[in-house]
């Protein structure tokens, strides 16, 4: 499932904000390592990502793979959270 433009747009604010980039500066390709986002920083994000979209991410830090996220990239995250949002709407 392909992320639509709002949820992509939601999500690179709120990925841009975290690393202190231009959201324009993100593609989907822009790895969040580039991006230096570090654990911490990806806890918040997840929660920002939970609150903004009314969300469950299943993550534990430990097996993040365990997820079915992608959360090496912009592009996997967007389309990861569509998924999610598109499970709970039914």
Known sequence: MTATPE?????????????????QELTPQTSL???GIDSLGMAEILFAIEEGFDITVPFNANTPEAAGLDLESVGGICDGVQRLIDAKQG
């Open 33 to 35: 390592d580039a991006l």
């Open 7 to 23: 949820t992509r747009a939601r999500i690179t604010q709120i990925l841009a904000a975290q690393a202190l980039r231009d959201p």
